[in-house]
């Protein structure tokens, strides 16, 4: 009797042997990381978007999910299945905003979901004929008390400005609170042309690349190169916009040397706040902006607005972006072929850790561009980098937004 039990349980010893112990549950994945852009096409009525994400500990593979819905891409079924950490998207409808999340999978085992992020396709473009020129929009804080206690005084932050212009070197510089820059001195932006100035809002250009348009022989109504008023036609093509309430814009009617074409450029700056009330103020504001450019245009020339806009779309009352695009305009982040650290705010706060907001970025800092006359190659969050960190000294609690663009 014991042989046969000890012989039965010798065998069932010996068959898990070499079967095998039942086998363990595969690793979960761990949560992907945050997804950002890195591209965007248009062919035809059919549009493009590329993104990428890092690797997740323990992913064989990744799922997909994307919806028109920030609430609809968590219902939503798999979209794409990749072994890759990237991803070309294909076939989707142009001037469509789409939402996206990825999670990874090992085996039958599925680890979270990535934040949720979103990315509106290329509605139309130019021809891209002309040669592409840079734009960047930076305000300087160079004014309020809460400027020097933030970053110290201009003399202080100088330099980096300067390094930044000889680095990047844009054809256009739209500036904000510059009125440290007032005087139009050779040595506040070298190698660059003041073209408009009020009202701490500047527009220069390199003078290698765009001179200012005048009529005839007259000579502008400045001061040291500061307009004694504003006014919304000057003797030369250029001058300012009343926004109402004391805000302005000044714009700049500008030759490219190179091939003669004409383009308006604008630098603006509207009222802050969170509330709708201030809201309300910016829609109104935008309003007489589009009004005055369009007044300023007869001839219906190229037009580029730059600016900090005091508002981005994370807003439920981000309401003046909806008079843009009702105008034609459409932010030059959404028609950009390529986009750099879209995540990190372009305003900083003074602070040299990035900011970093999922789903849209939060700039405030933007560049307006009408879509069917502008191929918009880049758009980038410009600020100088020291590592993971923006480089010290800041020049303002603002980081500079960079756009290259060739306009129709």
């Given at each position: 009797?014991?042989?046969?039990?000890?012989?039965?349980?010798?065998?069932?010893?010996?068959?898990?042997?070499?079967?095998?112990?039942?086998?363990?549950?595969?690793?979960?994945?761990?949560?992907?990381?945050?997804?950002?852009?890195?591209?965007?096409?248009?062919?035809?009525?059919?549009?493009?978007?590329?993104?990428?994400?890092?690797?997740?500990?323990?992913?064989?593979?990744?799922?997909?999910?994307?919806?028109?819905?920030?609430?609809?891409?968590?219902?939503?079924?798999?979209?794409?299945?990749?072994?890759?950490?990237?991803?070309?998207?294909?076939?989707?409808?142009?001037?469509?905003?789409?939402?996206?999340?990825?999670?990874?999978?090992?085996?039958?085992?599925?680890?979270?979901?990535?934040?949720?992020?979103?990315?509106?396709?290329?509605?139309?473009?130019?021809?891209?004929?002309?040669?592409?020129?840079?734009?960047?929009?930076?305000?300087?804080?160079?004014?309020?008390?809460?400027?020097?206690?933030?970053?110290?005084?201009?003399?202080?932050?100088?330099?980096?400005?300067?390094?930044?212009?000889?680095?990047?070197?844009?054809?256009?510089?739209?500036?904000?609170?510059?009125?440290?820059?007032?005087?139009?001195?050779?040595?506040?932006?070298?190698?660059?042309?003041?073209?408009?100035?009020?009202?701490?809002?500047?527009?220069?250009?390199?003078?290698?690349?765009?001179?200012?348009?005048?009529?005839?022989?007259?000579?502008?109504?400045?001061?040291?190169?500061?307009?004694?008023?504003?006014?919304?036609?000057?003797?030369?093509?250029?001058?300012?916009?009343?926004?109402?309430?004391?805000?302005?814009?000044?714009?700049?009617?500008?030759?490219?040397?190179?091939?003669?074409?004409?383009?308006?450029?604008?630098?603006?700056?509207?009222?802050?706040?969170?509330?709708?009330?201030?809201?309300?103020?910016?829609?109104?504001?935008?309003?007489?902006?589009?009004?005055?450019?369009?007044?300023?245009?007869?001839?219906?020339?190229?037009?580029?607005?730059?600016?900090?806009?005091?508002?981005?779309?994370?807003?439920?009352n981000d309401w003046q972006a909806s008079v843009l695009r009702a105008a034609g305009y459409r932010d030059a982040f959404d028609?950009?072929?390529?986009?750099?650290?879209?995540?990190?705010?372009?305003?900083?706060?003074?602070?040299?850790?990035?900011?970093t907001s999922v789903t849209w970025g939060d700039h405030v800092d933007k560049v307006w561009v009408v879509p069917g006359r502008?191929?918009?190659?880049?758009?980038?969050?410009?600020?100088?980098?020291?590592?993971?960190?923006?480089?010290?000294?800041?020049?303002?609690?603002?980081?500079?937004?960079?756009?290259?663009?060739?306009?129709?």
């Amino acid at each position: 009797m014991w042989s046969r039990v000890s012989a039965a349980v010798v065998g069932a010893v010996l068959v898990v042997g070499l079967l095998g112990a039942p086998a363990e549950a595969a690793a979960k994945p761990s949560k992907v990381g945050l997804i950002t852009f890195t591209g965007a096409s248009l062919s035809g009525t059919k549009a493009s978007l590329t993104l990428r994400w890092p690797a997740a500990r323990n992913a064989r593979s990744y799922e997909l999910f994307i919806s028109p819905s920030y609430s609809g891409v968590l219902k939503a079924k798999v979209y794409k299945r990749t072994s890759k950490t990237s991803i070309t998207l294909a076939g989707l409808k142009r001037g469509a905003t789409y939402f996206i999340t990825v999670r990874g999978v090992n085996g039958s085992t599925k680890g979270a979901r990535a934040s949720r992020v979103g990315r509106t396709t290329i509605v139309s473009q130019g021809s891209g004929a002309h040669a592409p020129r840079s734009v960047t929009t930076w305000n300087l804080c160079t004014e309020k008390s809460g400027c020097v206690s933030g970053g110290g005084a201009w003399s202080r932050r100088q330099a980096a400005f300067q390094a930044f212009v000889k680095a990047r070197k844009p054809s256009v510089i739209a500036l904000q609170e510059s009125k440290v820059l007032a005087s139009g001195r050779p040595t506040a932006v070298p190698d660059y042309t003041r073209a408009a100035y009020y009202s701490s809002k500047s527009l220069f250009l390199d003078s290698s690349v765009y001179g200012v348009v005048t009529k005839g022989d007259a000579t502008r109504d400045e001061i040291d190169g500061t307009l004694r008023e504003c006014r919304e036609a000057d003797d030369g093509r250029y001058g300012c916009f009343s926004l109402g309430g004391g805000k302005y814009a000044v714009w700049a009617e500008v030759e490219d040397l190179a091939t003669g074409q004409h383009v308006i450029y604008v630098s603006v700056h509207l009222t802050s706040g969170k509330s709708d009330a201030a809201a309300r103020t910016r829609r109104t504001e935008v309003t007489r902006l589009v009004d005055a450019v369009a007044k300023a245009n007869p001839d219906g020339l190229p037009v580029v607005l730059a600016g900090d806009w005091n508002s981005h779309r994370n807003r439920s009352n981000d309401w003046q972006a909806s008079v843009l695009r009702a105008a034609g305009y459409r932010d030059a982040f959404d028609l950009a072929r390529s986009v750099g650290r879209q995540h990190h705010n372009s305003y900083n706060d003074w602070e040299t850790s990035p900011t970093t907001s999922v789903t849209w970025g939060d700039h405030v800092d933007k560049v307006w561009v009408v879509p069917g006359r502008s191929v918009v190659s880049r758009w980038e969050n410009a600020a100088p980098m020291a590592g993971t960190r923006y480089a010290a000294p800041l020049v303002s609690d603002h980081n500079p937004v960079l756009v290259r663009v060739s306009l129709d």
